[in-house]
DNA sequence: ACCGTTGTTTTGAATTACTCAAAACAAGAT
DNA sequence: ATCTTGTTTTGAGTAATTCAAAACAACGGT
């Protein structure tokens, strides 16, 4: 299933962000600054639910020396250093998104895969807070919504 | 009929009834009932979250010229009949369980991976409303708490 | 500005989990 | 018992990701 770029939400960034913020996003996160991550931040402010492939595309077309391994490597260290977080909808590659440290989910469509953000539920829904945690430490509650988008429900309904 | 995990185990279930039980679920959803597919199904049963090569090797000691294909096309069609719902915790292979047909959720070690059911806060479908639904025709909510079982939060506290 | 340490990227290969396809086979209807 | 249909085996293939070693680059210290 190929995914189509999601709208930003609402804390939009801008579209081609500033090379200075995107280094100092890596330098406070205590990793060392370099090429092939400057790209693969700046292709994934333009692209806010990628895949390490299509990231590695876009990154590629500029740098076109990158491996996709770079594009592995990098990614895990800004999901270890916590500036991208990694999402893992069930029968898709991996998804990387900057958005961090708000513990929002996602709304996934089940025809086209487009994916958006969904701001945290906690204080509303019941479901973000377990009935019995069976002795668990929770840590995190992830919410994936799964359903038809807007577009597809019209797509869908035609002859 | 689904019963949580924890109600009872492999050798408290009567053999002989069982045998049937299974093959009435399996006719039932309109599947052709056979070898492979009770042996997979009776092994889901002692093993409610399991993934497909552990079903492999349960079924594998009972029936040796079983192979991992028909596993995954038993689990396939179970999944497709409604009578098996198949999981994909981030990071694990997908796990398949029993429980069908409510809205239960699911809680996940992140140190040891065990997991266990969790049902919902509130009645029936609680979790199918996000706060801003952005268009979507919401069909499913999908909710995997993460964090240390009882065990492994004692073996961390240790020196 | 240079150097050395440390961390990063490239290169190449391997692995895991899963899927596909065709032939052999078995279940259940007649 | 036979026929049709669906299931399983056999064998191969793929997507996504990970591992390992050598080449390379960043950045703090000199």
Redesign the pocket.
Same mark, same amino acid.
């Given at each position: 299933m190929t995914i189509p770029e999601s709208s930003y939400g609402a804390d939009m960034r801008p579209a081609v962000a500033d090379a200075g913020l995107l280094e100092d996003g890596i330098?406070s996160a205590g990793?060392?600054?370099?090429?092939?991550?400057l790209a693969v931040l700046r292709a994934l402010t333009d692209r806010p639910h990628a895949?390490?492939?299509a990231l590695f595309g876009a990154v590629r077309a500029d740098l076109p &020396?990158?491996?996709?391994?770079?594009v592995? &490597?990098?990614l895990?260290?800004f999901t270890t250093a916590g500036i991208v977080r990694k999402i893992?909808p069930a029968g898709s590659?991996?998804l990387f998104e900057r958005r961090v440290g708000d513990n929002h989910h996602h709304i996934v469509c089940t025809r086209c895969g487009v994916v958006h953000d969904v701001d945290c539920a906690v204080g509303h829904s019941p479901c973000l807070t377990p009935v019995d945690a069976l002795g668990f430490d929770v840590r995190a509650a992830e919410v994936i919504y799964w359903g038809l988008c807007a577009q597809c429900q019209s797509e869908t309904a035609l002859p």
């Open positions: 330098r990793l060392k600054v370099t090429v092939p991550r895949t390490a492939d &020396g990158t491996s996709l391994q770079a592995y &490597g990098v895990a260290s893992e590659p991996a």
